[in-house]
């Protein structure tokens, strides 16, 4: 089984005219790589979660950008500008809740709006490809440095500890590493044993299983002991005194720090305030959103009914033409949380005082306003 550190989630070709997406809707079966160029193709991509998790799908964003700017036929500066701000409102349009993607392309316009005085259209391009690139780099550094504070966190529960995560927020939902399974990494890289001194529990993650299917093939495949569990067994090993800590990832932090993140997370920090199990978001600090005062501004992404009554079951499962509710994240209140896991450091409630002293402040937006 391939170390799932060694796969890129989300690269730009050799050729620099396409991007390379590892299809994470085929996993942990088959890892298959798409080459795309097309702007539709790359919306398809991010929609259908063939890349996903937040800081992935930003920098799926920003590349999406470039090739379409590069793919701009003009030498017209106020042309080029006004083709890259349609591209820029499409691709956002591809996934509502991730701050990561409006942020990446909000990044990628901004260099454009701040630098293009003085270049040709030709120029420009160069600059946004490195604008790209800088981003996917940056989110291996910002993904050691969360799991290097989180491995502070494991060192002094001791050797031996259980994690519980849910959804996908590992190596494959960044460039590298992951957020809330960064810890893990790090963990090993200090030369702990994954199969004595780390046991990890990933819910399953209905409806679209990134815990059984992504975080088990990524821990699993990295040497960790590991357990899947479906979404309503978290009580049962928390209970049991398995967990001693939660990581969770998230895909938009409010100044508050309420945040969303997948479906079930909210119920996890419920579970684990009654249980006193201390409950840790882990979050680039590209995904505060410092201009949401709390969570109930946070746009919650809807998907199609067919993914909880058909999708992974041989026949459809549920009666044809029942209601379906299928929210793709939740809201989990400030309250339940212990800390926000950002690459500059652990905040700590009151979380806006917290983020504020790690100089996160709100960014301007050209694309995601309110
Ligand atoms: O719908 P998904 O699979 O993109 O949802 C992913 C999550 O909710 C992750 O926990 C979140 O994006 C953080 S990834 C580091």
């Known amino acids: 089984m391939e170390n799932a550190l060694n796969l890129d989630t989300v690269v730009l070709a050799e050729d620099r005219k396409h991007v390379v997406i590892l299809d994470q809707t085929l996993l942990p079966n088959e890892c298959k790589y798409l080459t795309l160029n097309k702007g539709e193709d790359i919306w398809e991509a991010i929609y259908s979660l063939r890349v996903r998790g937040a800081p992935a799908i930003g920098v799926a964003g920003g590349y999406g950008y470039y090739l379409l700017a590069d793919q701009t036929d003009t030498e017209d500066m106020d042309a080029f500008v006004e083709a890259c701000r349609k591209n820029m409102e499409y691709l956002n349009s591809a996934r509502p809740t991730a701050v990561n993607l409006s942020w990446a392309l909000n990044r990628m316009h901004g260099v454009l709006l701040a630098e293009k005085e003085g270049k040709t259209v030709a120029e420009m391009k160069q600059r946004l490809m490195k604008e790209a ?5 940056e989110d291996i550094q910002i993904s050691r440095n969360i799991g290097a504070y989180g491995y502070e966190l494991l060192e002094k529960l001791g050797k031996g500890v259980g994690v519980m995560t849910h959804c996908n927020a590992g190596t494959l939902a960044t460039a590298k ?43 699993q495949a990295a040497g960790v002991d590991t357990y899947v569990q479906c979404d309503n067994m978290a009580s049962y090993t928390m209970r049991a005194g398995k967990i001693g800590i939660i990581f969770v990832g998230c895909d938009r932090v409010a100044a508050n720090g309420d945040f969303a993140n997948k479906i079930g997370t909210s119920g996890v920090a419920i579970l684990a305030k009654h249980y006193g199990i201390p409950f840790y978001c882990c979050a680039p600090s590209s995904t505060i959103d410092m201009t949401l005062s709390s969570g109930d501004e946070i746009v919650i992404e809807q998907r199609k009914a067919e993914e909880v009554t058909e999708m992974w079951y041989e026949k459809r499962m549920a009666p044809e033409g029942v209601g379906v509710v299928n929210p793709a994240f939740d809201v989990t209140d400030h309250s339940l949380v212990t800390g926000i896991i950002t690459e500059k450091g652990i905040a700590y409630a009151p979380f806006q005082e917290s983020f504020e002293k790690m100089g996160i402040r709100p960014v301007e937006k050209f694309v995601d306003k309110k």
């Open 133 to 137: 690139d800088d981003i996917r780099e």
């Open 177 to 219: 590493y992951g957020t809330a399974l960064a810890p893990i990494y790090i963990a090993l890289e200090h030369g702990w044993d994954g199969k004595k001194d780390l046991h990890v529990y990933c819910d399953e993650t209905r409806p679209l299983l990134q815990g059984a299917r992504l975080s088990a093939y990524e821990m």
